[in-house]
């Protein structure tokens, strides 16, 4: 009698959905950059803490990093916007809210409405997980541009910028960072209606919005008048504007005045644009007053390096529209007719700056050049990071 032997059975097939090695190799990468930039952030604030504690009389670190505009937009998140503008007893305008744009706190009164937390909890929550965005959208626009490297050189240089304090408060830099680099890189890609919608909510953030704006309306504009069929771009370069504009007009229809917006930023904050002059004027005074402070000296080298850096960029050849967005961020920096001490932050989301950098780094033959840079920048936005906060009396 014979016996049929029968083969067992093999293992049935995994079905399981398997990612392709290029977004496995990308997600490394955009790992890599947001842990980057988490490390030198964390680092900053644990600095920030150990010298807070230091000093019985120093309010609470976290108090520390829900300062200045913060207090605004917590304002904002739980009280709304004024509905008319306030007067002191000699009839002086006061400061409103209506200054600020409304995607921030709003994103953290939603926040703040679905957890357990309070609103400064929340923008806090809020800044540090678009600042995490940020960083990935920076590595996205770095890999696309150049390589992998390129990208997380970009967002870890990106993150010790000399006010990077900034990007650790309940501030909107890191949103608006995220929102930017994300419509720039859907426009180089020609992803328009992704570009359109972005750089909306960018004017919903920031009233350098206009920056992107004017990338976004340019680049589709050229997409265009070269395929006028080209029927996404047309609608992103209609819907791009939307955001600044409309937050603009609300202002305006709140208040009763076409200037409404306008108003308020020249009347209670007294922000105007005059060409440059008052920061020039600024500028030539610390040259001459020996008791000129530590943080307008660092504005002072700040702008400078901004406008050499904008200059070596346009040497390097960037994509036209990056340095369009870059041109205009110091543009309005530069021009702008108000606090001097706060020019090096409005400066942070111009991120293309930091690109001849990193292609620097990147042509080097020494490997230790990276760590170096990144590092003694590292070191430096750590340490200023505490004059500003417990030494510097003033806005960021």
Excluded at 62 to 82: P, Q, T
Excluded at 248 to 268: H, K, P
Aim: hydrophobic share 55%.
């Amino acid at each position: 009698m014979t016996t049929t032997e029968v083969a067992p059975a093999s293992a049935p097939a995994s079905t399981a959905p398997r990612l392709h090695p290029q977004t496995v190799r990308w997600l490394a990468g955009a790992g890599a950059a947001m842990a980057l930039y988490a490390g030198l952030r964390i680092i900053n604030v644990l600095v920030l803490i150990f010298y807070a504690r230091r000093d019985e009389k120093t309010p609470a670190w976290r108090d520390l990093l829900l300062a200045w505009d913060a207090k605004w937009y917590a304002g904002i998140a739980e009280h709304g916007y004024d509905t008319v503008i306030s007067f002191t007893d000699k009839g002086v305008p006061e400061m409103s809210n209506l200054a600020f744009f409304p995607l921030y706190p709003g994103l953290s009164a939603a926040v703040a409405f679905v957890l357990p937390v309070s609103v400064g909890t929340a923008l806090l929550l809020v800044s540090w997980a678009t600042g995490l965005a940020a960083a990935a959208t920076l590595y996205a626009l770095g890999s696309y541009l150049r390589d992998r490297m390129t990208g997380i050189l970009l967002a870890g240089l990106w993150s010790v910028v000399p006010h990077g304090i900034v990007l650790s408060m309940g501030y909107s830099e890191p949103l608006f960072t995220a929102l930017a680099a994300g419509s720039l890189l859907a426009a180089l890609r020609k992803n328009w209606l992704t570009a359109g919608v972005l750089c909306l909510l960018a004017g919903l953030t920031r009233p350098t919005g206009a920056a992107v704006i004017a990338a976004v309306v340019l680049t589709a504009l050229v997409a265009v008048v070269r395929n006028p069929r080209e029927w996404r771009a047309w609608v992103a370069g209609l819907i791009a504007p939307l955001g600044l504009v409309g937050y603009m007009a609300w202002v305006g229809i709140r208040l009763g005045r076409a200037d409404g917006y306008f108003y308020v930023q020249n009347e209670t904050w007294k922000m105007g644009f005059d060409g440059g002059g008052y920061t020039l004027s600024t500028f030539s005074n610390m040259l001459l007053d020996n008791r000129i402070s530590l943080e307008l000296t660092e504005v002072s080298l700040v702008l400078l390096l901004a406008l050499g850096l904008f200059v070596v960029a346009l040497g390097e050849r960037l994509p036209w529209p990056l340095l369009v967005y870059a041109g205009v961020v110091v543009f309005i920096a530069v021009t702008g007719d108000w606090f001097y001490w706060a020019k090096a932050r409005m400066l942070i989301p111009a991120f293309p700056l930091l690109l001849p950098v990193v292609y620097a780094m990147r042509r080097s033959h020494n490997r230790v050049v990276p760590y170096v840079v990144v590092g003694g920048l590292a070191l430096f936005s750590t340490f200023f990071s505490v004059y500003l906060t417990l030494t510097w009396h003033r806005s960021f």
